[in-house]
């Protein structure tokens, strides 16, 4: 079964930094790209950030850029989300999910949830 | 970026009700249009990929059309399982890869 799990997630100050893991299992991960989604609370979903199989081709949402860094450890099945100067809007649950063919999520891990607190 | 917009924001419907909800992109994005749905508390699961391709494991009364800017999300006959919210997301071209705003399916 296709597996995935995030950790990290916790209470930190505004202005803090953060580094979020999602650590994949059941299939080959170095195949996959991979990207991390986030919801606010009681909100919808908004895509943060993807990474390619090799991590040669990386991509961000505005709202994170310059502020996140995502990054891959193909031999540790692992993705990872530095998240720096964070702010209270950056309060979400994240949930790492694996890239289908043609960019859809699926299947996605059970979120970690980050809260920002001046 | 293209922006996504579903409707409606929610419904009300009974067990055994056909339930129809729509997806409208700002700009055409081809079949670049994938369903999900979301219980409370837990993460979101791919039903439909590619505006029209029910992912293994998805109960049939699922189904999904449109091409360009029009995409819906139909249930046959609403099971208690499918009160949900449920999102549609467009790949079109480079990210960002953006989410309509949800419709949440509840129990009339």
């Known amino acids: 079964e296709e597996q995935l799990v995030e950790s990290g997630g916790r209470l930190v100050q505004t202005g803090g930094s953060l580094r979020l893991s999602c650590a994949a299992s059941?299939?080959?991960?170095?195949?996959?790209?991979i990207n991390w989604v986030r919801q606010a609370p009681g909100k919808g979903l908004e895509w943060v950030s993807y990474i390619s199989t090799s991590g040669a081709t990386i991509y961000y949402a505005d709202a994170v850029k310059g502020r996140f860094t995502i990054s891959r450890d193909n031999a540790k099945k692992s993705v990872y989300l530095q998240m720096r100067n964070l702010r209270q809007d950056d309060t979400a649950v994240y949930y790492c999910a694996k890239t289908g063919l043609y960019n859809w999520f699926d299947p996605w891990g059970k979120g970690t949830m980050v809260a920002v607190s001046s | 970026d293209i922006q996504m917009t579903q409707s409606p924001s929610s419904l009300s419907a009974s067990v055994g009700d056909r339930v129809t909800i729509t997806c409208r992109a700002s700009?055409?994005?081809?079949?670049?249009l994938h369903w999900y749905q979301q219980r409370p508390g837990k993460a979101p699961k791919l039903l439909i990929y590619t505006a029209s391709t029910l992912q293994s494991g998805v109960p049939s009364r699922f189904s999904g059309s449109g091409s360009g800017t029009d995409f819906t999300l139909t249930i046959s006959s609403l099971q208690p399982e499918d009160f949900a919210t449920y999102f549609c997301?467009?790949?079109?071209?480079?990210?960002?890869?953006?989410f309509g705003q949800g419709t949440k399916v509840e129990m009339k």
């Open positions: 059941g299939f080959v991960f170095s195949d996959y790209d």
């Open positions: 700009q055409p994005i081809s079949n670049y």
């Open positions: 997301q467009q790949s079109y071209n480079i990210p960002p890869w953006t």
